[in-house]
């Protein structure tokens, strides 16, 4: 009678185990179902504002190929840079009253830059070896 009443109470207890462990996964499945959901509608819906420092935006290998950043003396700049990590395009604005300025770059050589100086006159200007070859006006 013993051992009959001691096979029944394991029984129970392996059951309850049993039934213990599927509530334990479905449990964990919920709150991996909850997160996915979470997850999916923050895609859905972003945020109106990002705010930062500098943003990067890199390729697939993990180099950085545009960048958006505030320069030390708080000039905002665009650059857009080619798979050796140099600028080849920078988009920025002119210490003082921060007049904008576009420059074009090659093998680390200023090549073009067009903007707008200090008097508000626009300017264009084509480069070879670090020398002004050509400018308007």
Sequence with gaps: MMDDELRQRVLALERENRRMRWCGLTCLLGVLCAALFVETGSAQNP????????????????????????????????????EDGKMYLGIGMLSGRGNPVITMWTHEQLRASMGVLQDDKPYFRAWEENKVIWQAP
Excluded at 63 to 73: H, L, P, Q
Aim: charged fraction near 30%.
């Design 47 to 82: 945020p109106d504002v990002l705010r930062a420092r500098s943003l990067q935006i890199v390729d697939r290998a993990g180099k950085t190929r545009a960048e958006i950043a505030i320069e030390s003396d708080g000039r905002p700049t665009f650059s857009l840079l080619g």
